[in-house]
């Protein structure tokens, strides 16, 4: 059974840093295009960030300059690495496979607060 589990949040000033780390248990991982999503309250889920199998990456224009995605294959990993945040980036954080059906992780928290 594929499984998402997704790690790092947590509380941050604004301003602060956050590197989030998602450990996805899917066969031919090197191949799959992975994507961070958020959720933030009374919002929908909104595709933040993404990644090819080569490596390529884009962004929303929320988050681009201050949002990093990035894949260790090996390791079957995701991580975003988040620099200057700010209260608007409070959500919870989801990632997933991008053009499949496969079922979404508990996501970890983001709050962004003074």
């Known amino acids: 059974q594929v499984q998402l589990v997704e790690s790092g949040g947590g509380l941050v000033q604004p301003g602060g840093s956050l590197r989030l780390s998602c450990a996805a248990s899917?066969?031919?991982?090197?191949?799959?295009?992975m994507g961070w999503y958020r959720q933030a309250p009374g919002k929908q889920r909104e595709l933040v960030a993404t990644?090819?199998?080569?490596?390529?990456?884009d962004y929303a224009d929320s988050v681009n300059g201050r949002f990093t995605i990035s894949r260790n294959n090996g390791r079957k990993t995701v991580f975003l690495q988040m620099n200057s945040l700010k209260p608007e980036d409070t959500a919870v954080y989801y990632c997933?496979?991008?053009?499949?059906?496969?079922?979404w992780g508990q996501g970890t928290q983001v709050t962004v607060s003074s």
């Open positions: 990644i090819s199998s080569r490596g390529n990456t």
């Open positions: 997933n496979v991008l053009y499949e059906n496969v079922a």
């Open positions: 899917l066969r031919f991982f090197s191949g799959k295009v």
